[in-house]
């Protein structure tokens, strides 16, 4: 099981949907929005009505071109924030996140990752370095990198993309992964064949940005990703 610091504790039974914990992640009660200012309650928290009171802004997020077309061909690209908005707020939301900056959907299983699930705080994001180091602590969740894992926690880490490809269903790419290592030296310690992923040109999605989902087989009996 993931080791569970204090601040990021699951919730089994989270705070209401119009509560906010004030300077943590940002989750509204509505999906493809970001926090872009916030004022502190005396509680910590802030309710929907005191959102509009305190002059709370919020800028939509809007999902990856192509949306949701592009999962079935397995070629959506997201960024940070665009994925961000994949997390369950009302039952039956779709829940995204990414391992190795490969997107996949985990809308099956709520109990792991949905709002009250025993993880929410991994959906709509990259959660490579929590697999691998089986930490949940806040500075875990929030990163990328991954130069400092130990060759258990590498190894721990290939496991969870086993599981992960075997699973549930990839739908695109995570282009503004910064691991801090390259897909080529993941690919030498685990013998996968991983692809870096596309670019964003000037910010947009271009045709030819095409993905390469079809697998084979790899040096670990894994398919490839």
């Known amino acids: 099981k993931l ?3 204090s601040s990021q504790s699951p919730r089994r ?4 949907r119009i509560l906010m914990k004030v300077g943590g992640p940002c989750r509204w009660p509505c999906r493809h929005w970001r926090c872009i200012g916030w004022r502190m309650a005396p509680s910590g928290l ?6 509009g009171l305190l002059g709370v802004a919020c800028a939509a997020a809007p999902p990856p071109a192509g949306w949701p077309e592009c999962a079935e061909q397995a070629t959506c690209l997201f960024t940070t924030e665009s994925l961000s908005g994949f997390v369950e707020v009302e039952k039956g939301d779709t829940v995204l996140l990414s391992v190795v900056s490969y997107v ?6 709520p109990h792991y990752y949905g709002r009250v699930g025993s993880y929410p705080s ?3 994001t990259d959660c490579s370095r929590v697999l691998g180091t089986m930490s949940m602590e806040e500075e875990d969740v929030r990163s990328h990198n991954l130069l400092d894992l130990t060759e258990d926690q590498w190894e721990e880490l290939f496991n969870w993309v086993d599981k992960f490809q ?3 269903q990839l739908v695109g790419r995570l282009v503004d992964w910064r691991p801090g290592i390259t897909m080529e030296d993941i690919n030498s310690r685990s013998g996968f064949s991983l692809k870096a992923a596309p670019t964003l040109p000037d910010g947009g999605v271009g045709p030819e940005l095409e993905l390469e989902p079809e697998v084979g087989s790899g040096s670990r009996g894994a398919d490839e990703l």
């Open 3 to 5: 080791r569970v610091g």
């Open 13 to 16: 039974n989270g705070p209401p």
């Open 46 to 51: 802030l309710t929907a009505a005191a959102l």
């Open 104 to 109: 996949f959907n985990v809308s099956q299983v």
């Open 122 to 124: 991994l959906a709509g």
């Open 166 to 168: 075997e699973k549930y």
